[in-house]
């Protein structure tokens, strides 16, 4: 089981490269690209919500924590400690009318699971993503 948890600040520059980070870690372990491209996606949507929402438009702590299980699965946990999604979160596509609220939609759709939670102050997004045996390295 590998785990390992990457932080960074909620600014643009900061949660981008926070992804990429994450993403290079992994590609130590997972050869698939499609896969590794797909968790880059994911990563991205989500810690772009953090930017935007969490901390209304000032700068905060995020964290991804990562749990994998070689030839198995990723889980990704994005955590930020600002506002919350409340009710307000939805997994479904907003229409194309909108301009804006697909990422929780995008992230649904690459993903095996998705939830949203409160832990003491906490605000997850859980990501599981079951990945099979042949993406990974050997």
Known sequence: ??????????????SRGLAREVVAFLAGYIADQNV??????????????VVRHAYGGGEGGLEVRLR???????????????????EGARFENPGPESE??????IISMLSDA???????????????KQIGKNAWKT
């Open 100 to 105: 804006g609220g697909r990422g929780l939609f």
């Open 68 to 86: 994998a299980e070689l030839g198995a699965f990723v889980d990704l946990e994005i955590v930020d400690w600002g506002e919350g999604f409340g």
């Open 36 to 49: 590794l491209h797909d968790v880059d996606i994911m990563l991205t949507e989500a810690c772009a919500n």
């Open 1 to 14: 089981m590998i785990r390992r948890t990457f932080r960074a600040t909620s600014s643009p520059d900061q």
């Open 114 to 128: 998705v939830a949203i939670r409160t832990d003491g102050g906490e605000n997850i997004l859980a990501i599981h």
